[in-house]
């Protein structure tokens, strides 16, 4: 599996979360894609354009349990909670409630919105969440797998409660397409970003955003551009027509649905990752974060001073692998990794923890 990808072979690579990988004939299709546009740019961008990302978006949707034109492609995730949290028009006093389990940058774009309406943004501990609604509480935000922590939070029940007390849910699923099951239109939310260039394994800035028919009209693009003519555009056209850019990653992701269907093995992936996390605690002598039932392919497990732990696993060893926080590391199990490159890890983490052990006693 890992001769269909492009990683360095000399890299011990358990950080596809961050980034993803794209594997080979997928980012051959990329490139066919960006040859087709220089070949011929206007009738590439003006004539054929609009029809392939339909098709694209068509494909997008039959994966991920959505509409095509409920859909609209972004650059990543964070594009597509910023478009949201723009969209919602918050009024002063109003508040956002997410848990604190949130990814930073989604949370600076919260932080970002709410102080521009004179409103609030409201963190609170996962299990006593709904504690914290009040009648301000306007709009809830959640992570459908967190960043950090990696943990499939109960997104169903969460987005589900949230309706029940009439709140605008909007759901961050950076990590979930590929990842976790994923039935967009059953989940009823409202917002729904997703990534593409992740989990699926697209070309780096390939995401989407799903968007609930009866707030469309609210939804700008990122400029104002031709997709507002006729009387301000459709969802599509206003989110679309953004000028002269390359979509030759969005128009890659049916490819990159086709490779994960033929080659990832879900099973595989989640007790390969959960197998691993329940190593390095004992490793590590750390209790689990979490219950493995909200572990499926990223596992994060605390180690004392991680960032200095990371940084010499990449110096001495080449071994890719996040600090997620000051006492958090971050293994990813994508379809490309295999035990032996756990037993890497283990052994590596071995040694840097003894040596780090024999400095402090000497």
């Known amino acids: 599996m890992k001769e269909l990808f492009l990683l360095d072979p000399d890299v011990v690579f358990l950080n596809h979360g961050s980034f993803g990988a794209c594997p080979r004939p997928v980012f051959e299709t990329y490139q066919r894609w960006q040859r087709d546009l220089e070949r011929e740019p206007v009738d590439f961008i003006a004539r054929r354009l609009p029809g392939l990302l339909e098709e694209a978006r068509i494909a997008l949707g039959d994966f991920v349990g959505a509409d095509a034109d409920d859909l609209t492609f972004v650059q990543n995730a964070g594009t597509g909670v910023n478009i949201a949290a723009r969209a919602i028009?918050?009024?002063?006093?109003?508040?956002?409630?997410?848990?604190?389990?949130?990814?930073?940058?989604?949370?600076?774009?919260?932080?970002?919105?709410?102080?521009?309406?004179?409103?609030?943004?409201?963190?609170?501990p996962l299990d006593e969440l709904f504690d914290h609604v009040t009648e301000?509480?306007?709009?809830?935000?959640?992570?459908?797998?967190?960043?950090?922590?990696?943990?499939?939070?109960?997104?169903e029940r969460l987005v589900a409660r949230g309706r029940e007390l009439g709140l605008v849910t909007v759901v961050d699923?950076?990590?979930?397409?590929?990842?976790?099951?994923?039935?967009?239109?059953?989940?009823?939310?409202?917002?729904?970003?997703?990534?593409?260039?992740?989990?699926?394994?697209?070309?780096?800035?390939?995401?989407?955003?799903?968007?609930?028919?009866?707030?469309?009209?609210?939804?700008?693009?990122?400029?104002?551009?031709?997709?507002?003519?006729d009387g301000g555009g459709t969802f599509i056209s206003r989110t679309e027509e953004q000028g002269t850019r390359d979509s030759a990653a969005y128009l890659s992701v049916p490819a990159a649905i086709d490779f994960v269907r033929e080659h990832d093995d879900p099973?595989?992936?989640?007790?390969?990752?959960?197998?691993?996390?329940?190593?390095?605690?004992?490793?590590?002598?750390?209790?689990?974060i979490a219950p493995e039932s909200m572990v499926l392919r990223m596992a994060s497990f605390r180690v004392p001073d991680a960032e200095e732990v990371q940084r010499q696993l990449w110096a001495q060893h080449r071994i890719e692998i996040p600090a997620m926080r000051p006492d958090l590391l971050r293994i990813s199990v994508a379809m490309y990794t295999?035990?032996?490159?756990?037993?890497?890890?283990l052994s590596a983490l071995a040694r840097q923890l003894d040596a780090e052990h024999a400095e402090q006693h000497q």
């Not at 099973?267 to 689990?288: D, F, G, V």
């Open 89 to 124: 028009g918050l009024d002063a006093g109003d508040e956002v409630l997410a848990t604190d389990l949130e990814y930073g940058a989604c949370n600076f774009a919260w932080e970002h919105v709410c102080a521009r309406a004179d409103a609030r943004y409201v963190r609170a």
């Open 136 to 155: 301000r509480t306007r709009v809830l935000f959640v992570s459908h797998i967190t960043s950090e922590t990696g943990l499939l939070l109960p997104v």
């Open 173 to 229: 699923g950076a990590h979930a397409p590929a990842h976790a099951p994923l039935d967009v239109r059953a989940l009823g939310a409202d917002f729904y970003a997703g990534n593409c260039h992740k989990w699926l394994c697209a070309p780096k800035g390939a995401g989407f955003l799903y968007v609930n028919p009866d707030l469309q009209e609210r939804v700008d693009g990122a400029i104002v551009s031709w997709g507002y003519a």
């Open 267 to 288: 099973a595989r992936c989640i007790e390969l990752a959960r197998e691993a996390r329940r190593e390095l605690c004992a490793l590590t002598a750390q209790e689990p």
């Open 338 to 345: 295999e035990r032996e490159d756990v037993d890497r890890l």
